[in-house]
């Protein structure tokens, strides 16, 4: 592998030290995580050294970190940081395959530097923090927190050929503390998506690409008081200050690219596309067996879930699926639900035979779980148990009835006791048959507003409703009690992910269904949608990219409907012929392609 700059990896490999910080090392909240863990063994192939910083939280970081000795000369440099500033700093390994050494910052007894570093921001920087809240203040202590360990950490050389990569506003104040004091270290700067563009997205009273599309084309970038509007003057002023004054700024996509020259006034100098480490995921052919095994355990769910109040086909059903955080507009939830209705109306006028399963992992507040599910899965629960047990007893009769040279006389195979327990539990699990089951296992607050959509849409999991809906408002996990699956396992048991989003500067969701074998549906607002449009065909369903550049939303849930209602027709020949070619292009997004943007970010930031 080369770069522009560099003849070849081992050149690069004696010549430079990465350290990259952000607020998710260790600390898994958001996408930037993924981006961290994935590419860390193409980093470690392509880079000398490698280190990153995070913040240290003492409940959650310990699932993640793995304290090590400290190399003498370290373990001096901190205990003078924490004498010096009050700031302590654990040194140890990432507990994510490839354990990384990390540094995680806790900058409690730096507190009382809290109002002095807003104030050196606004001096310094214009950045106006005199309304912030806790959102702002704790990660703003702790950035300046690492950028006072970085500064003495560059003075005693522990790095050599430092790059220092900062990920986001929330490492911002560290970055700045290093240009302030002029320890003319290179830094890159990466913004993920801007905190003003995700704002007036979300809230939705304006157009935000309407306007970026605008302001690029007259020249024009969005004044500050903007910012003011939204409540978010700190943090899109920290985030317009750091792009201003790292060394090489970058983002993640040609679409979070228009955004930056519009939100915050400069180009990106290179773009850093996200990807996965594809060597982790499994093959097709491993997929496929895993398909059938997941895809089963959701088929036990689904029928102890439905089965109470009514038939379901479940071995005939679709199974589609949206997940991500909780935006409504932002991530499409609301065009998937509107596009569930449209859908639920043409399969019931078509009379298709299909049932459509949709699942909604959206994280909200949840109360509890329902007790009349919880009760349903326990009933269905002993009913397979108990058949379990049968089924061997029936074995064992069977071969003794032919090891005595005798046919098994069909009314002896069951026992007169198994089937009269089971049909006192059948009566007990058809108690409520004649309601719906609920669109959600958990019982959510009155003005939930995905359930409210719902059934804005006559998405009532009526016994009539081609299109069945499980809102799923917490994060999948073995031990939540319902499906007790991870993540991705309960995504390989699926069969289309759908995200229609409106704001997404990346997109790592329909890349995830992709690299897991599903058919997956995303849009060309989002950054992953921009980048794969351009290789894939006219009519492909394996990962289509719904057009909402320019378009109405009446436009845009038209569109995903036909596009459900084709998937819906296929056959499963159809399919599996998708869901390769989906796994393939996701191949597209592996790190091993992708990694020589950030050798070359690196590099220039040197050359500056």
Known sequence: ????????????????????????????????????????????????????IGPYNIKDSAPEFEHVKKPEKIRILHEMIEKKYGIK??????????????????????????????????????????????????????????????????????????????????????????????TDVPTVFTTHSTVLGRAIAEVGREGLHEMIGRGIKEGKTIPD??????????????????????????????????????ILGKKPDIILSNGLDMEKFP??????????????????????????????????????????????????????????????????????????????WIPAHTMERRPTVMEHLALFETMEENVETETEKMEERIIESFAKGKLPAQGKIFDEEFLDYMKKLRMELRKDKGSSPPLSPFVLEPENAIIKMLEKNSLLNRVEDKVKVIYYPTYISPVDGLLNMKYYNAMIGCHVGVFPSYYESWGYTPLEAAALGLQSITTDLSGFGKFIQHYIKAEEYSIVVIPREGKGYGEVV?????????????????????????????????????????????????KR
């Open 89 to 182: 700093c654990y040194y140890g390994k990432w507990l994510v395959s490839e354990k990384p050494i990390i540094t995680l910052v806790d900058p409690s007894g730096f507190k009382e530097k809290l109002n002095n570093v807003k104030k050196s921001l606004w001096d310094e920087y214009g950045i106006d923090s005199l309304n912030a809240d806790s959102w702002f203040d704790e990660p703003v202590l702790w950035s300046k927190a690492v950028g006072v360990v970085l500064e003495e950490m560059i003075k005693a050389r522990i790095f050599k050929n430092p790059v220092i990569h900062f990920h986001e506003w929330l490492t911002g104040a560290g970055m700045l503390h290093l240009k302030s004091r002029k």
């Open 1 to 52: 592998m080369t770069n522009k700059y560099y003849s070849g990896v081992d050149s690069l490999k004696k010549n430079i030290t990465v350290v990259e910080v952000s607020y998710e090392v260790a600390n898994k909240v958001g996408g930037i995580y993924t981006v961290l863990v994935s590419k860390i063994s193409n980093m470690l192939e392509n880079v000398q050294n490698y280190h990153a």
């Open 225 to 262: 008081e903007k910012a003011y509007e939204y409540n978010v003057q700190a943090k899109h002023l920290m985030e317009k200050a750091c792009a201003l004054n790292s060394g090489v700024f970058t983002t993640v996509s040609e679409t979070a690219g228009k955004e930056c020259m519009f």
């Open 558 to 606: 038209n569109s995903l409907t036909d596009t459900l209602f084709k998937i819906c027709k296929m056959n499963r020949k159809q399919r599996f012929n998708c869901k390769m070619r989906a796994k393939n292009l996701s191949t597209l997004s592996d790190w091993s392609r992708l990694i020589t943007n950030y050798l070359d970010a690196y590099d220039l930031a040197l």
């Open 283 to 360: 093959s097709m052919e491993e997929l496929s067996d895993m398909h059938i095994l997941y895809r089963d355990k959701i088929r036990r769910f689904i029928m102890s879930y439905f089965s109470p109040y009514y038939n379901i086909d479940v071995s005939n059903a679709l199974f589609l699926l949206i997940s991500g955080r909780h935006e409504i507009r932002n991530k499409g939830i609301d065009v998937f639900i509107d596009s569930l209705g449209k859908l639920n109306e043409k399969l019931k006028r078509t009379k298709s035979k299909k049932p459509v399963i949709a699942f909604i």
